[in-house]
Structure formats: structure tokens, C-alpha cells
């Protein structure tokens, strides 16, 4: 499924750059954003830790997106960057599991529904890099996995 994935954004973007590492980040960030948002705290501490952790993914993930925050992996770090980024992949894995979700076909449709975001076989981005989602787009179902 990651070949599949990793196909799809080079389609997306074929030679990528700094700009767009900053725009996916901020898109990962916007995603763990939007987890935390469907998150209840069972007590008030809990609740207002979440709702903090919140508002600072939402700060963090549109500024990237925007251009006001910027950062740089230097190269002695990409080992342990890369490394971050399979742990995630496999602790997001592990979370849907001990959720008792279908990851394996989730995946299947999220990246499907991803497909239908480019026109005529092409991304189209708006201001600030993101891919926008042209009339052609289809939401995953991911009726039965959850």
C-alpha cells in the first residue's frame, strides 16, 4: 500500500521541494488535528489538554501550510527524521487497530479517494500548495471498518 501511496505523490509532485515538504507537514499536522478534535477527555484536565493540543495543531498545521512557520531537516538528522516517519505509520496503524478498525481496506479507499482528487490526471493546487479537491473527488467510504 505505501508503493501505491508514494505513487500518488509523485504524481503529485514529480520533483519535490522544500516548499512542499513544508505544505505535506503541515497537511500530517492537519490530519493528527483533526484526530484530536473527535477525541472526548473522560475528566476536565484531559478535556483541556486535548483542546490545547488542539488549537496548537491548528496554529502549527496552518501556518505551515501558509508559509509563516518554516523549518529545515538538517542532514545529520534525516536518519532519525525517517525514522519518525515509519514509527508513525506503524503507531497509527497500531491505534486503528486497538480501535478495532479495518486499516489494511481503510487505506485501500483513503488512497483511492485521493486518486479522484486530480483533474484530467493532474493536481491542482491552490494558493498556498495544498491539492484541491475538484468536482471529481470522491470521500473514502469507510462505512463497515470502523
Not at 478535556?47 to 488549537?55: A, E, I
Request: hydrophobic content about 35%.
Amino acid at each position: 500500500m505505501i508503493d501505491f501511496i508514494e505513487m500518488w505523490h509523485e504524481k503529485a509532485r514529480p520533483v519535490p521541494n522544500d516548499d512542499h515538504l513544508r505544505v505535506q507537514t503541515g497537511c500530517h499536522f492537519e490530519e493528527v488535528m483533526e484526530m484530536v478534535a473527535v477525541m472526548s477527555g473522560d475528566d476536565e484536565y484531559s478535556s483541556q489538554l486535548l483542546d490545547r493540543l488542539h488549537t496548537a495543531l491548528t496554529v502549527v498545521s496552518l501556518g505551515l501550510k501558509h508559509g509563516t512557520i518554516k523549518f529545515r531537516v538538517n542532514p545529520s538528522d534525516r536518519a532519525e527524521f525517517l525514522d519518525s516517519l515509519c514509527d508513525q505509520i506503524v503507531t497509527g496503524v497500531g491505534v486503528g487497530h486497538c480501535a478495532g478498525m479495518n486499516m489494511s481496506e481503510a487505506a485501500r479507499r483513503v488512497n483511492a479517494s485521493n486518486w479522484s482528487k486530480f483533474k484530467n490526471g493532474k493536481p491542482e493546487f491552490d494558493k498556498n500548495g495544498k491539492i484541491e479537491k475538484p468536482d471529481t473527488y470522491t470521500p473514502p467510504n469507510l462505512e463497515g471498518l470502523y
